[in-house]
């Protein structure tokens, strides 16, 4: 009776032991939850498929923010204008994809501070130029849906672009002649005439910085991010994910 009373005990305080390491391992798995990058992978340098993978400058600075908040990783690529509303409901921590501040999304997310300036160009034919925004005016003109080269067109243009899933398919559209011009940001413009004889570009039409988006109301993730940025470009990391990525995402034209 005495063994079987001890017996009893000991089972009572293995069961304890058990329960406290599950609630520990349970709690290690909360922190472990990945940190989920939303992107638009269709944005050389920024982002872009490598066979499978998303890659870019992009996700590189997400990856340093997950690594600083001791998170796995993981990123995925949904159409431009999905990604502030994946933001928005939570279904992703992080929107890195390119993404231009502007007042409007200001409204729905918070951005980080900027870790780009850049801005629109138009995308024309070498032999029918369009070199200023005002020369766009009246002209079938192609976009990415949703970016700041679409509000562009619809407010400075007053007029309705043709809208495209990327980049590289509104210049395909130019290269059919279902357009007369394309606009879209430089770098994805870019490398979209890198190697192509019959196209160019103009200087900016525009001038846009790019941060990071996160759901509103989380001062303290905001802080560690902007910090995370601040440090990636003193550093020089992200200067040269720049160069590496615009190398590998123009090697992949050739
Ligand atoms: N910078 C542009 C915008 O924010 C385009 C971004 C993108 O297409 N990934 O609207």
Known sequence: MKNFLSLCIAA?????FLTSCTKKNGDDNANAK???MITEATFPPYEFLRGQEIVGIDVEISKAIAEKLGRPFKAETVDFDSVIPAVISGKAD???AGIT???DRKKNVDFSIPYVTTGIVIVYKKDAPFTKGEDCKGKKVAVQGGTTS????VE???QEPDRYRSPAEA???LQAGRCDLVIADIDPAKNCVKGVENLALSDFITS???AVAIKKGQPELLKLIDETIAELQANGKLAQWVADYTAEADALKD
């Open 12 to 16: 009572v305080i293995c069961c304890g």
């Open 34 to 36: 990945p940190f989920r």
């Open 94 to 96: 992080i929107g890195a």
């Open 101 to 103: 501040v502007t007042e």
């Open 150 to 153: 679409d509000t562009y067109v």
């Open 156 to 158: 400075q243009l007053g």
């Open 171 to 173: 210049v395909a559209a």
């Open 208 to 210: 846009e910085s790019y």
